[in-house]
Structures are given as structure tokens and as C-alpha cells.
């Protein structure tokens, strides 16, 4: 990744500065507040209730420092995306020190080719694919999986899952910080939740949210 290794070499903080709407979804507070924040306050990968997919790479910055060139790096991460199909630079933020550029994918392939190829090693997965809670669970061939429930941390009956509606579901394959946008109510694997919409996930992990 061309501007990751540009922040790397010591101008790290000059993201992209465009306001608060990322492709129709409010930015809620900017990083701050309840529920699921969006942009994020940490490089992750983000699924909202469409299943659309999003990854966000965040550095900290010196306010005092006026040497970062926004828009050299505003270039070169948008010629970065259109090199590749499926992905598309999203409007981000840069304030109160923290700089913040986020990528939206047409489809995990997508994601899981970029991050690799850009070197984004926050955000690479083998394979993330977002789904209805019927498709997963319908979709896994290990029916003896056990199940979580994230609010009483106590193993809950696959069944009593499927009876459920409204429920989303994405499957990741790999080591990542993951970031739902709504709560985060069963999961399967080895998962750390973090927060109530963050989850430390590695190797095959599963996680519901609403």
C-alpha cells in the first residue's frame, strides 16, 4: 500500500479530510458516542446491517505539525482503489489528532485481494463473508459448533439461534479486529469481545450481531 508506506516513512497522519458522510451512512459522532461508532477509532474491518463490507486504517497525528501533505495522500490512495474492482475510497475524517481512511468492497474476494496485495496487515483475512443468519447457519458444515450467547457468556442451542429473526452473520477466516453495526449477540470460534460491537477474532470465527 502506497500511502501506508508513505505514513510509514514518517508523514503517517495525512489522510483524507472530506466530512462526516461515508456513501449514505451518518458518521455518528465522529468516532465518539454509543453504539457502533462510525468511522471507527481503530484500524478494523466494519459490516453494517447490509452486509456491506469496510475497512479502516487510523493513525494518530501531531495538530501542531503543518509539514503533511493531504492531498499528495488523498491522490495516491485514490489511485490505489481504482486500480482495483470492487474497491472504493470513502469520504474520512482527520481532527483532534487521529486521521482516518476508510475503503468500502463490493464483496469479501474483494477486501481479502486488496489488503493482501496493499500490504494492510491490520486488515487481512483469508475470507469474510457477511450473510443472514439462515444462509450461515444453513452454510456451515459443522453442525456440532458451539455456540456463545455474548450478553450471559453462556453456550446456547444452534436451534434457539435459528428461530430467530432479523439476524446478520459474518464468517471470517483469519486473525483481524472486527466491528459490527449493531450488537454483537452469539458468536462461535475463538472470539474476544472487546466491546459490545467489537470482536478480536482468529483463525474460523463466526459472529451474529443485530
Known amino acids: 500500500m502506497r500511502y501506508y508506506r508513505w505514513m510509514k516513512a514518517g508523514r503517517r497522519s ?10 449514505g451512512i ?17 484500524s478494523l474491518i466494519y459490516v453494517d446491517d ?14 501542531a505539525d503543518t509539514s503533511y501533505d493531504v492531498q499528495e495522500l488523498s491522490q495516491m490512495a485514490k489511485q490505489e482503489a481504482e486500480s ?29 485481494q486488496f489488503t493482501k496485495e496493499t500490504q494492510d496487515e491490520a486488515n487481512q483475512v483469508d475470507s469474510i463473508t457477511a450473510m443472514t443468519v439462515m444462509e450461515g447457519l444453513a452454510a456451515r458444515t459443522d453442525q456440532d459448533g458451539v455456540w456463545t450467547d455474548a450478553r450471559k457468556g453462556q453456550e446456547v442451542d444452534r ?7 432479523k439476524l446478520h452473520m459474518v464468517a471470517i477466516d483469519g486473525e483481524a479486529t472486527i466491528q459490527t453495526e449493531g450488537a454483537i449477540r452469539y458468536y ?6 472487546t466491546d459490545t460491537n467489537v470482536a478480536e477474532v482468529k483463525g474460523q470465527a463466526y459472529l451474529i450481531y443485530r
Not at 15 to 23: E, F, I, S
Not at 32 to 40: D, K, L
Not at 188 to 193: A, H, I, K, P, T
Open 84 to 112: 482495483y474492482t470492487g474497491v472504493t475510497l470513502s469520504d474520512c475524517t482527520m481532527e483532534d489528532g487521529m486521521a482516518r481512511v476508510i475503503y468500502q468492497y463490493s464483496d469479501g474476494e474483494a477486501l481479502v
Open 26 to 42: 451518518w458518521l455518528t459522532g465522529c468516532g465518539s458516542g454509543s453504539g457502533s461508532a462510525f468511522p471507527p477509532s481503530q
Open 50 to 63: 447490509e452486509g456491506t463490507l469496510y475497512t479502516s486504517l487510523v493513525e494518530a497525528y501531531d495538530p
Open 14 to 23: 495525512a489522510l483524507l479530510v472530506t466530512g462526516c458522510l461515508l456513501t
Open 159 to 165: 436451534e434457539k439461534i435459528m428461530r430467530q429473526n
Open 188 to 193: 462461535s470460534g475463538e472470539v474476544n469481545l
